[in-house]
């Protein structure tokens, strides 16, 4: 079955890095357009960015362009999500997700995406 498993969360000081991974199984990750999500408690999930199949293109959030970078790597079956400047409010728990269709238009859309991972938490301090 597919699934897709997130890592490389955890606590952070304001400032500081981290790059999350997505490791896709039981799927052809090649033609899978990917994204990834966040979502602190008690707020809605909130798109964070997607990519293209072949990694040529990508979109993000407003709260997080210029900060974070997505990207994959096909031979790894692995999307990545580089995460610099952190601030207190990108605490969160991030995950990913993957579907064959994209809507460029409105990659935020959560019905879009048919596989998710379990997340991964990261946590920034300040």
């Known amino acids: 079955q597919v699934q897709l498993v997130e890592s490389g969360g955890g606590l952070v000081q304001a400032g500081g890095s981290l790059r999350l991974s997505c490791a896709a199984s039981g799927l052809t990750f090649s033609r899978y357009y990917m994204g990834w999500f966040r979502q602190a408690p008690a707020k809605e999930r909130e798109f964070v960015a997607a990519i293209s199949r072949g990694g040529g293109t990508t979109t993000y959030g407003d709260s997080v362009k210029g900060r974070f970078t997505i990207s994959r790597d096909n031979a790894k079956n692995t999307v990545y999500l580089q995460m610099n400047s952190l601030k207190p409010e990108d605490t969160a728990i991030y995950y990913c997700?993957?579907?064959?269709?994209?809507?460029?238009?409105?990659?935020?859309?959560?019905?879009?995406?048919?596989?998710w991972g379990q997340g991964t938490q990261v946590t920034v301090s300040s």
């Open positions: 997700a993957g579907d064959q269709t994209m809507d460029w238009s409105n990659p935020s859309r959560l019905p879009l995406y048919d596989y």
